[in-house]
C-alpha cells in the first residue's frame, strides 16, 4: 500500500522558519495537501495543490513540491502554529488516499 | 459559511450498532462529496471512503470495505457513518469532511468537522 513519510517532530524558536517534510514515490505526478491539526478544534486545510494557500491562512504558511517530497514551509513560526501537521496525497492511480504520519510541531 | 456540524459523543459495547451522522449547512449540499477519516488515540489521520450526496455514489478504502457503512439523506443534508457491530479496536475519533466537485480519483478534504468520539468498551 501507498504511504507517505514525514518526520515524527519538528521544533523551532519563535520566528523562525518551520519545515516540514513529506515523501512518497507519487509525489512528482500527484498533489500534496496540508492539514493542521489542533486540540479540541477541527482540522483546518493551509495547503492545496502543493503551493496554494486557501483564503484566511496566513501568508507565513507556503507549501511546495520537488520530486518525491513535498514540504509544507511556516516562515517567522509562531507560538500559535504549534500543531500536528499531516500531508495528505494519492498513488499513481489515484485509487490509494493516503495521509502521512503526521509531525507535530514545537515553537518555543 | 461552510459548517459541518457532527453528532455528539458516543459509549458503546461490543456488538452494538452505530450511526453518527455530520449535517453540512453554507453550501449545496448535494454538489460536494462527503468523505470520513478514522484518528485513533494518539495516533495518525486514516482515510475511510466518501459518498457523493447526488448519487450516493461511494469508495471505501480497502481497509473499510465492508466493516462500515457511508450514506446521505438529501433532504437534510446529512451524512452518515454506520457501524452493524462495534469492536473495541473502533474506538477513535472520526470526522466527516467535505471535499470539492472534482473527480473521484482527486478528491481532498477542503473542510472538517470537529469530530466524533465513539468509545468501544464493555
Known amino acids: 500500500s501507498y504511504e507517505l513519510t514525514q518526520p515524527p517532530s519538528v521544533s523551532v524558536s519563535p520566528g523562525q522558519a518551520a519545515r516540514i517534510t513529506c515523501s512518497g514515490d507519487a509525489l512528482p505526478k500527484k498533489y500534496a495537501y496540508w492539514y493542521q491539526l489542533k486540540s479540541g478544534q477541527a482540522p483546518v486545510l493551509v495547503i492545496y495543490d502543493d503551493n496554494k494557500r486557501p483564503s484566511g491562512i496566513p501568508e507565513r504558511f507556503s507549501g511546495s513540491s520537488s520530486g518525491t517530497m513535498a514540504t509544507l514551509t511556516i516562515t517567522g513560526a509562531l507560538v500559535e502554529d504549534e500543531a500536528d501537521y499531516y500531508c495528505y496525497s494519492r498513488d499513481n492511480s489515484g485509487d490509494s488516499v493516503v495521509f502521512g504520519g503526521g509531525t507535530k510541531l514545537t515553537v518555543l | 459559511e461552510v459548517q459541518l456540524v457532527q453528532s455528539g459523543a458516543e459509549v458503546k459495547k461490543p456488538g452494538e450498532s452505530l450511526k453518527i451522522s455530520c449535517k453540512g449547512s453554507?453550501?449545496?449540499?448535494?454538489?460536494?462529496?462527503i468523505g470520513w477519516v478514522r484518528q485513533m488515540p494518539g495516533k495518525g489521520l486514516e482515510w475511510m471512503g466518501i459518498i457523493h450526496p447526488s448519487d450516493s455514489r461511494a469508495r471505501y478504502s480497502p481497509s473499510f470495505q465492508g466493516l462500515v457503512t457511508l450514506s446521505v439523506d438529501t433532504a437534510t443534508s446529512t451524512a452518515y457513518l454506520q457501524w452493524s457491530s462495534l469492536r473495541a479496536s473502533d474506538t477513535a475519533t472520526f470526522y466527516c469532511v467535505r471535499s470539492p466537485p472534482v473527480d473521484v480519483t482527486s478528491v481532498y478534504p477542503d473542510y472538517w468537522g470537529p469530530g466524533t468520539r465513539v468509545t468501544v468498551a464493555s
Open positions: 453554507g453550501y449545496i449540499f448535494t454538489n460536494y462529496w
